[in-house]
């Protein structure tokens, strides 16, 4: 059975709640106190959200270089989290391949930061 096949059905309101926002990486560095490998990110999300930071184990595909500059997708909803001594403000999305290694959830197309999904 697959996993969404075992997740249970939301309605329309749930997936609102959840609020999906596009951000372009502003800056990326290693993020050496972090259990697993990690980036820290800053990520802007427009005006009327600014600029959050996060913690992300994307280190398998990407190098700090290739993150900046790059849109990504965000859960820009959830609680501060505390992550060593990094406050994560945002939860950069991404899917794991074969491998287990996380590739970033992108837009296909240039899209203003803070756009949200829908």
Not at 9 to 29: M, N, P, Y
Not at 30 to 45: N, S
């Amino acid at each position: 059975m697959t996993e969404a096949a075992t997740a249970p059905t939301i309605g329309w309101d749930d997936f609102q709640r959840v609020e999906l926002r596009v951000g372009r990486v502003l800056s990326a560095r290693t993020f050496p106190e972090a259990r697993k490998p990690a980036y820290v990110l800053e990520v802007d999300f427009g005006p009327e959200i600014g600029v959050r930071r996060s913690s992300a184990q994307i280190t398998d595909l990407y190098t700090p270089e290739s993150l900046v500059g790059r849109l990504v997708v965000a859960v820009v909803n959830f609680p501060p989290r505390q992550i060593g001594p990094l406050m994560s403000q945002c939860l950069v999305t991404g899917f794991h391949d074969a491998q287990g290694r996380v590739a970033l959830c992108v837009p296909d197309a240039d899209v203003p930061p803070g756009t949200r999904l829908l």
